[in-house]
């Protein structure tokens, strides 16, 4: 498992970004591909907007860009309809494979 | 560089069934050889396979099924466009020179379980292709103002075309209203709205112009090419649009200097309706709000310009065997043997066959 993985199972983001060029690096990797520096961590702020969803069943899924400009697909919780641009809350976890999850903020 | 052509062409039957990759890499390309005239295989220098199969060394087996011992012999996986990048490959090949004639194989079986990119972190739990299919369905209504019944008319019109493929997986035809009420996937999916994995073959034979010559009275040449990749993450693209497609047209226009409206036959990779949609905007045949009523009319008049064979949704995705078995019906479309299919005067034709929710994309143009 990887340290961004294991980050996940403990609840936490891990945003991989070059500590030289500051670049963002997703999927996170060791080495920056832009000026080829050891890349660092730092948590993710866990904010992000929708910009896109749809529904299968009951659960709303859909495409967030969370406030460190990475976009995930991951299921949308909202007591209403969700828009386009709203302000989600991200929680993260993992179990075989990474599980993003978000609430409308202000829900 | 020495000009390409297709000389001969082979498919088995697409199914739901379980498929063995090697008996069916076997089967087309038998089938392929048989379509030629006084085919000397010791005279086939190369043998490429194409599948997302995990068996291994596929090209050398296949060369020895058939009975050929080939100077270049490999395997290429590219998920979904798997087909026309081997077909592609092989074109390198005799245009370098390296290669006389090859025979390109693609297969796949329908448990195959090679459809989800795991390596795709940003997908999360929504791996499944269906996901990324209602993210851009949801996006195209959106901004298009696309409607539902617009989606169904693409996949009522591609069963219907896929009536007269006798290698099609699917010879149901299905109405707009069928496909507008059928099992609802997400509320922007229904099951007809999306193409289905399934078990099939597909082989072609390509050769140089001096051979073509020899073996062929109708060699289809590969005039034009283009291929662009703009990353293997869904989450990378943005929804409104398929910048590969886009930008590889632009090659392939290039290559074989003519443009859109030069082309007569197409054979896109609907995925999903929506990918349609997407696909003849981003070729230049119609324009994105444009497109919905542009396949009704189609529809409505029985043109069967766009995806003539059925396409993925009517004729099924053998992801492996999916861009040569397109590349076959273009090619049969411009030899004038596509039977009850056939496009009148078909002189220029495209194929148009991509990966992963468009992060790639490969187009060919075909003259007769």
């Known amino acids: 498992m990887t340290f961004f993985e294991e980050q996940l199972r403990q609840g936490v983001f891990q945003i991989c970004y070059c500590g030289k060029c500051n670049n963002v690096i997703w999927p996170p990797k060791e080495i920056c591909h832009i000026c080829h520096s050891r890349t660092d961590w730092k948590k993710s702020r866990n904010f992000g907007k929708i910009l896109e969803f749809s529904k299968k ?11 460190e400009g990475i976009r995930v697909l991951g299921d949308i919780s909202s007591i209403s309809i969700p828009e386009i641009g709203q302000s989600v809350r991200m929680s993260v976890s993992f179990n075989s494979k990474p599980h993003y999850s978000f609430i409308v903020e202000n829900n | 560089m020495n000009k390409v052509a297709i000389v001969g062409t082979g498919q088995t039957k697409f199914s739901k069934n379980e498929g063995n990759v090697e008996k069916l890499l076997f089967e087309s390309s038998n089938n392929c050889i048989q379509s030629v005239n006084d085919c000397n295989l010791n005279n086939i220098d190369g043998v490429l396979v194409s599948t997302n199969n995990n068996s291994k060394y596929l090209g050398a087996i296949l060369s020895e099924s058939m009975g050929i011992q080939p100077k270049i012999s490999h395997s290429i996986e590219h998920l979904c466009s798997s087909g026309t990048n081997a077909v592609i490959s092989a074109y390198a090949y005799i245009s370098s020179g390296l290669s006389d004639i090859v025979l390109v194989s693609g297969a796949e079986s329908a448990t195959n379980p090679g459809q989800v990119l795991e390596w795709d972190k940003s997908r999360g739990e929504f791996e499944h292709p269906i996901y990324w299919g209602s993210m851009l369905t949801k996006s195209h209504k959106r901004k298009f103002q696309t409607t539902e019944e617009e989606l169904a008319i693409v996949s009522a019109k591609n069963h219907k075309q896929a009536m007269d493929n006798p290698f ?40 140089s112009e001096e051979k073509a010559r020899t073996l062929s009275d109708q060699p289809i040449w590969i005039t034009g090419i283009g291929q662009k990749t703009t990353s293997a993450s869904f989450t990378k693209n943005i929804l409104e649009d398929i910048k590969s497609t886009r930008l590889a047209a632009d090659s392939a226009y290039k290559m074989s200097k003519i443009e859109s409206k030069n082309i007569d036959v197409a054979e896109v990779h609907d995925a999903f309706s929506v990918c349609e949609l997407m696909a003849i905007s981003e070729l230049g045949i119609t324009s994105n709000d444009k497109s919905g009523e542009f396949v009704r009319e189609l529809f409505n008049t029985e043109n069967r310009m766009i995806n003539p064979r059925g396409g993925l949704i009517g004729a099924g995705h053998p992801l492996g065997a999916t861009g040569i078995s397109q590349t076959i019906e273009i090619t049969n479309q411009l030899q004038g043997k596509s039977d009850r299919r056939q496009i009148s005067n078909a002189e220029t034709g495209l194929v148009h066959n991509m990966s992963a929710a468009g992060t790639s994309s490969s187009i060919m143009v075909l003259e007769n």
Request: hydrophobic letters at 35%; aromatic letters at 6%; charged letters at 25%.
């Open chain 1, 57 to 67: 069943e009951s659960t709303y899924f859909g495409l967030i860009e969370i406030d």
């Open chain 2, 168 to 207: 099609a997986y699917s010879n149901e035809p299905r109405t707009i209203l069928e496909v507008m009420n059928s099992k609802q996937i997400t509320d922007d999916l229904r099951i007809l709205d999306c193409s289905r994995s399934c078990s099939g073959g597909a082989s072609i034979l390509l050769a």
